[in-house]
């Protein structure tokens, strides 16, 4: 009997731990605080996991308010394009642009544990809370999905070439009207080779391409 009393305890107490790791997650998650600065009138496409997006944000420590990052002075002033919610950019970042407009400004206060952490990374100290100032420029269709991958993969060898991507960019810009000119096709496709061409053979696979570690095409 004492056996099983223990066995059912040591159950209970798993659960418990089990129900604690969630709500910890839970709780981390809204802990990010969003307040939207700007809404656009018209919103056609909210971000979202997997979305290709183009922001300016700035970077404040809570404590004094002090800048420590400012998108239009890094790599010569361009907005920063990356894929939303899959660690490019600190966790609470990913978590509070979800759900953004075209056109929208949010100011997102993210906590230590969901930044730079206990131990911080210059010029950032440990365990500070941060405020970002962000403004979202566009948002395209996840190029980083499946769908998308058979979509771009126009011959349908399963690997994607440069032509093929920036193909596939010109398409998503002239579908929702905002047409660009050739550079800055060039700028995102070679943005997406630099962090997805992994051999640096000039292709991109479906292995390369596929960040959630779906099965293969």
């Known amino acids: 009997m004492s056996k099983f009393i223990f066995l059912y305890c040591s159950f209970i107490l798993l659960q418990m731990l089990l129900l604690f790791v969630v709500a910890s997650e839970d709780d981390s998650n809204s802990e990010v605080k969003i307040e939207v600065v700007f809404m656009p009138s018209e919103c056609n496409q909210k971000s979202k996991k997997g979305d290709l997006i183009n922001v300016h944000y700035d970077g404040?420590?809570?404590e004094d308010g002090s800048q420590f990052?400012?998108?239009?002075?890094?790599?010569?002033?361009?907005?920063?394009?990356?894929?939303?919610?899959?660690?490019?950019?600190?966790?609470?970042?990913d978590v509070g642009m979800v759900d953004m407009c075209p056109g929208e400004k949010r100011k997102i206060t993210v906590p230590s544990s969901l930044g730079f952490g206990e131990k911080g990374k210059a010029p950032v100290p440990p365990n500070a809370t941060l405020v970002f100032e962000v403004e979202l420029y566009s948002v395209s269709r996840g190029p980083r999905s499946m769908e998308a991958f058979q979509e771009i993969d126009l011959d349908k060898d399963k690997t994607l070439t440069k032509e093929e991507v920036k193909h596939y960019l010109k398409l998503e810009y002239e579908r929702t009207g905002t047409p660009k000119d050739e550079p800055f096709y060039e700028k995102i496709m070679a943005d997406i080779f630099r962090k997805s061409d992994h051999d640096s053979n000039g292709l991109i696979t479906s292995k390369e391409y596929n960040v959630y570690e779906h099965d293969e095409l």
């Open 60 to 62: 404040y420590l809570a």
């Open 69 to 93: 990052y400012c998108s239009r002075s890094d790599k010569a002033g361009h907005p920063q394009w990356f894929v939303l919610g899959v660690g490019q950019v600190i966790k609470g970042l």
